[in-house]
């Protein structure tokens, strides 16, 4: 299944989440890399959006400590290049239509994406 969106800002959260320690650790093991501190946010549409909301069955848990909260996370290539994931923290303030993606380098530098340009996840 491939997803288009628009690469959008996000609240810049996900790069403390993404440099703590037990995350890393976490990712490294099920993800097989060690994430870039930081997600690329896509947004895409609301029926797509209730697509990948079906395949929760399908998601991997990165398991949070102490007052961190689990995330769940599917593998997906970005522009079919890059290998990643979509992250699905339990806690968070983002809606269903926005996508955090992660990856072992910073994309936003990699490709010189700006908010508004267009990217494709492929999802096995």
Known sequence: MEIKGKIISGTHKGSYFMSLE????????????????????????????????????????IKGTGNYGDVKFLPAKLNG?????ILFPIKTQHPSEILEFV??????????????????????
């Open 22 to 61: 037990a995350y890393q650790e976490e990712f490294q093991k099920k993800l097989k890399f060690k994430p870039f501190p930081g997600t690329l946010n896509l947004e895409i549409s609301k029926e797509n959006a209730g697509i990948i909301h079906d395949l929760h069955d399908r998601m991997g848990v």
């Open 81 to 85: 290049i890059v290998n990643g994931a």
């Open 103 to 124: 990856a072992e380098e910073n994309l936003r530098n990699k490709f010189k994406f700006n908010d508004g340009d267009q990217a494709t996840l492929k999802i096995d």
